[in-house]
């Protein structure tokens, strides 16, 4: 069956505009996350959507990122003004069933993002 | 907060060499364990996992075990191929959140 699915599979972006990225999750998941993996610091949390509510931004870095997710499916990161320390791999997963600590993410293939 | 500190990399081993991958945890209350791996041009997948104390994950020949006394979730395997040469992500998860805190990875290279 499909996976996770991401798009674009990279981007490249000039320091201070916008970019959106898409996140396709596994049909009948309800929860979806966005993570971040950058060389400096790892593999990040970003957010948590369960269903199309977000109860967990806390790893959102700044004002200029934010999320959202429409018919409890597709979600889609936006990054305004970017600057060239948001240059990653921004990974999405999804989870069929959220909030018990123990169950698998899928994780889709990444969209590397390059800010000059 | 919660934090996840795995050994530094790159693990540099010959075929049919045992594997420890170390993977020690901070977190408050009982968390899950994961080991998570990513293939050469691949996706981060699970490997294993254990929800609680004394567990152990197993999968393709990989075993990792629950150890709440030294908090850790060591990695091992008896004989490696060259085809799991990758990178290696020890991961934790709280109660009532599957919210992901990984380690820094650690790239395993395997050679004939």
């Known amino acids: 069956g499909a996976g996770v699915s991401q798009s674009p599979s990279n981007k490249v972006t000039e320091k201070g505009k916008d970019v959106e990225l898409r996140c396709d999750p596994i049909?009948?998941?309800?929860?979806l996350y966005w993570y971040r993996q950058s060389l400096g610091q790892g593999l990040e949390f970003l957010i948590y959507?369960?269903?199309?509510?977000?109860?967990?931004k806390s790893g959102l870095p700044s004002d200029r990122f934010s999320a959202e997710r429409t018919g409890g499916s597709v979600s889609t990161l936006t990054i305004q003004r970017t600057q060239q320390e948001d240059s990653a791999v921004y990974l999405c997963?999804?989870?069929?069933?959220?909030?018990?600590?123990?169950?698998?993410?899928?994780f889709g293939p990444g969209t590397r993002l390059t800010v000059l | 907060g919660d934090s996840v500190t795995q050994m530094e990399g790159p693990v540099t081993l010959s075929e049919e060499a045992f594997l420890t991958i170390n993977c020690t945890y901070t977190?408050?209350?009982?968390?899950?364990l994961f080991w998570y791996v990513q293939y050469p041009g691949e996706g981060l997948q699970l490997l294993l996992k254990?929800?609680?104390?004394?567990d152990k994950g197993s999968n393709k020949g990989f075993e990792a075990t629950y150890r709440k006394e030294t908090t850790s979730f060591h990695l091992e395997k008896g004989s490696v191929q060259v085809s799991d040469s990758a990178v290696y992500f020890c991961?934790?998860?709280?109660?009532?959140?599957?919210?992901?805190?990984f380690g820094t990875g650690t790239r395993l290279q395997v050679f004939p």
């Open positions: 997963a999804s989870s069929p069933q959220p909030g018990t600590g123990y169950n698998e993410q899928f």
């Open positions: 049909s009948g998941h309800t929860a």
């Open positions: 959507f369960q269903g199309n509510s977000a109860p967990d």
């Open positions: 977190a408050t209350g009982y968390p899950s």
């Open positions: 254990a929800t609680k104390a004394d």
């Open positions: 991961a934790l998860s709280g109660r009532n959140t599957d919210k992901l805190i």
